[in-house]
């Protein structure tokens, strides 16, 4: 099984929906990461959590909302979504003290 | 933020030839990571570097850590079809609010024609 899972892998939905993404992991890992990638322009912080009680925006956080429900799940939600949030979205955790981040498969969003 | 630049953009080669890509920062990194990302998958590391001049290597693969720590460079020899996909380096600047972020280049994605 893998270690860091992303729920749904894929995701049509319509311009001012809510939409909420999942991501949970099994590596018992502190830290958790919501990054963003488009094509030609590599992968973008969305938010970062260094524990559970420990929230931080990250470059491009400006529409997007997170909640970390536990060690092992972080979320992101789109309050509103707009076609421009259109995007490959990935999770990613680290352990405390490490730098090496470990990937999801990541949730490709269309939004229309 | 902090910038990374990473080059090539694009590299189209034949089979069996060497690879050379690089990265480099307009600061001083303290970790320098390198990525794969298959196509509809998400980024799988390949190798990581902790000290100035470090060369470390993973089967065909060789990184290097340089010695400014300001650049890192991702060596393949003899590429294969399977090699093709997009090359991310990562750094991590180890100082005040910034700890734990990776900061990414824009990718390299290589091509290879049998």
């Known amino acids: 099984d893998a270690d860091v899972t992303q729920t749904p892998r894929n995701r049509i939905t319509k311009t001012g929906k809510r939409i909420m993404l999942e991501c949970s992991q099994t590596?018992?890992?502190?830290?958790m990461y919501w990054y963003r990638q488009d094509p030609g322009l590599g992968l973008r912080l969305i938010y970062y959590?260094?524990?559970?009680?420990?929230?931080n925006k990250g470059e491009i956080s400006d529409g997007y909302s997170v909640s970390r429900q536990a060690q092992a799940k972080f979320s992101l939600s789109l309050e509103s979504a707009i076609p421009n949030q259109t995007a490959l979205y990935f999770c990613?955790?680290?352990?405390?003290?490490?730098?090496?981040?470990?990937f999801g498969p990541g949730t490709r969003l269309t939004v229309t | 933020g902090q910038q990374l630049n990473q080059s090539p953009q694009s590299m189209f080669i034949q089979e069996g030839e060497d690879v050379s890509m690089n990265c480099t920062s307009s600061?001083?990194?303290?970790?320098w990571l390198w990525y794969k990302q298959d196509p509809g998958e998400g980024p799988v590391l390949l190798i990581a570097?902790?000290?100035?001049?470090e060369l470390t290597s993973n089967g065909r693969l060789t990184a290097q850590f340089g010695i400014t720590r300001k650049d890192s460079f991702l060596n393949i020899s003899a590429s294969i079809p399977s090699d093709v996909g997009i090359y991310f380096c990562?750094?991590?600047?180890?100082?005040?609010?910034?700890?734990?972020?990776?900061?990414f280049g824009r990718g390299t994605q290589l091509t290879v024609w049998p």
């Open positions: 990613a955790t680290s352990d405390w003290g490490r730098y090496e981040q470990y």
């Open positions: 590596k018992g890992h502190d830290r």
């Open positions: 959590s260094f524990d559970v009680k420990d929230i």
């Open positions: 600061s001083i990194f303290n970790t």
């Open positions: 570097l902790y000290k100035a001049g």
């Open positions: 990562a750094g991590q600047v180890d100082r005040g609010s910034t700890l734990g972020r990776l900061y």
